[in-house]
C-alpha cells in the first residue's frame, strides 16, 4: 500500500531564515506531486505540481520553491521567510492516470 | 480558471440529523469533484468523490449529488454521530490535461452535537 510522509511535523522559525520541507511517497512509481498552504484552518492553495522529476509547475508567485530530487520526493523551500508565509503545509501526490489526490499528515510552520 | 463556492462556512446540527454542504464551480470543463474530510491538525481525508458522467454517489451514510446543468455538487450525510464533527471540503479538477490540479472550496466546519 502507498503512504505518505511530512517532515518535520512542526517548525518554529525566525523571520529571514531559510526553510526546507520534505514530502517522500511510499509504495508507487512516478507519482504526480503537489505542496499546498492552508492558512487559519480553511482554503488550501496550490503553491507547486510536479508530473516528474525536472517538471515543476509554479502556480503562486512567492518567496518559496520547490524541487524534486528523486522520484518519490519533494522539497519545498524559501532562502528568507516572511511572516506571513506562516501555515500549514501539505503535501499531496496522485498516480498519473488517476483523479484522486491523496494527502499527507502536514507540517506546522510558524514564522516569528 | 476555475472557482469553487461552498456554503455554509460553518453548519451546527443535533446528532442523529442530517447534513447538507453545497458546492459550486463555475468551469463546465471541470469533471471530477472529490470531498475530503479534515480533522483538527490532520492533513485532508478523501471521503466520496463523483465524475461527471454520474449524478449521484453513495457509500453508507455519505450521498455526492451532482448538477452539471447548473454547475453544483452537493455533500449529504445522514444520521450524523460526533465523529462527523471535522473542516469539510469540496473540491473540482479539470483532470488529467492540467496535471490534475484540484480547486478547494473554502471549507465548512460541521459540528454534530451529542
Known amino acids: 500500500s502507498q503512504t505518505i510522509h511530512q517532515w518535520p511535523a512542526t517548525l518554529v522559525q525566525p523571520v529571514g531564515s531559510p526553510l526546507s520541507l520534505e514530502c517522500t511517497v511510499e509504495g508507487t512509481s512516478n507519482p504526480n506531486l503537489y505542496w499546498y498552504r492552508q492558512a487559519a484552518g480553511r482554503g488550501l492553495q496550490l503553491l507547486f505540481y510536479?508530473?516528474?522529476?525536472?517538471?515543476i509547475s509554479s502556480e503562486v508567485p512567492q518567496n518559496l520553491s520547490a524541487s524534486r530530487p528523486q522520484d518519490r520526493q519533494f522539497i519545498l523551500s524559501s532562502k528568507k521567510l516572511l511572516l506571513s508565509d506562516s501555515g500549514f503545509y501539505l503535501c499531496?501526490?496522485?498516480?498519473?492516470?488517476?483523479?484522486?489526490?491523496?494527502f499527507g499528515p502536514g507540517t506546522r510552520l510558524l514564522v516569528l | 480558471g476555475e472557482n469553487v463556492e461552498q456554503h455554509p462556512s460553518t453548519l451546527s446540527v443535533q446528532e442523529g440529523d442530517s447534513a447538507v454542504i453545497k458546492c459550486t464551480y463555475s468551469d463546465s470543463a471541470s469533471n471530477y469533484f472529490p470531498w475530503y474530510k479534515q480533522e483538527l491538525g490532520k492533513g485532508p481525508q478523501l471521503i466520496i468523490d463523483i465524475r461527471s458522467n454520474v449524478g449521484e454517489k453513495k457509500d453508507q451514510r455519505i450521498a455526492v449529488t451532482l448538477n452539471k446543468t447548473a454547475k453544483h455538487f452537493s455533500l449529504h450525510i445522514t444520521e450524523t454521530q460526533p465523529e462527523d464533527s471535522a473542516v469539510y471540503f469540496c473540491?473540482?479538477?479539470?483532470?488529467?490535461?492540467?496535471?490534475?490540479?484540484?480547486?478547494f472550496g473554502q471549507g465548512t466546519e460541521l459540528s454534530v452535537k451529542p
Open positions: 499531496a501526490w496522485r498516480s498519473p492516470g488517476r483523479e484522486t489526490q491523496y
Open positions: 510536479s508530473i516528474g522529476i525536472d517538471q
Open positions: 473540491a473540482a479538477s479539470i483532470g488529467y490535461n492540467q496535471g490534475g490540479k484540484l480547486i
